[in-house]
C-alpha cells in the first residue's frame, strides 16, 4: 500500500492551479472534466510520478466549515517538504505569498506557514 493521491479543499479550482503551479512551481498532471468541477492534479516537478495533490472543489458545506474552522485557529491543512525553509520562505514572499507564520526553528525540524489564497493555511518544513 502507498500514498498516491492527496487533496487540499480550494474555493475555485483555476485559481487555486495558478497559486499552485506559478507560485509553488508545482505541474499540472490531470485535468479532466467532471460536470461544473474537474479532476484537477499537480505534482512536484522533482516527483512527476510521485504523489498528486487534488485540487478539490471545497463545494460540500462540510469541506467549507471544515477550512474555515482549520484556518480560524491557525492550523495548516497540509504540509510539504523544503530542503531550507528560509531559503522557500524569501523566495514566496517575493512573489507576493502571505505568510501567517515566519521561519522557525523547531530542532529537528524548522517551519514556516502560508495562506495558499484558496482558504488554507500550509506549512513548510525543512528536517534537519
Known amino acids: 500500500m502507498r ?3 492527496t487533496s487540499v479543499y480550494v474555493d475555485d479550482q483555476e485559481k487555486a ?3 499552485y503551479t506559478d507560485m ?3 505541474v499540472k498532471k490531470t485535468d ?7 479532476w484537477l492534479t499537480v505534482v512536484s516537478p522533482e516527483a512527476p510520478d510521485g504523489v498528486e495533490l487534488l485540487l478539490e472543489p471545497d463545494a460540500h458545506p462540510a469541506a467549507k466549515a471544515f477550512k474555515e474552522a482549520l484556518a480560524g485557529d491557525g492550523i495548516p491543512l497540509t504540509q510539504f517538504a523544503v530542503d531550507d525553509v528560509a531559503a522557500e520562505h524569501d523566495r514566496l514572499r517575493g512573489l507576493g505569498v502571505l505568510f501567517t ?8 525540524v ?7 489564497t484558496c482558504g ?3 506549512q513548510i518544513a525543512q528536517y534537519k
Open 3 to 5: 500514498i498516491n493521491l
Open 32 to 38: 479532466v472534466p467532471t460536470g461544473e468541477h474537474r
Open 110 to 116: 524548522a517551519t514556516a506557514v502560508f495562506d495558499d
Open 17 to 19: 492551479l495558478r497559486f
Open 101 to 108: 507564520q515566519e521561519p522557525v526553528d523547531m530542532g529537528p
Open 120 to 122: 488554507n493555511l500550509i
Open 24 to 26: 509553488l512551481g508545482f
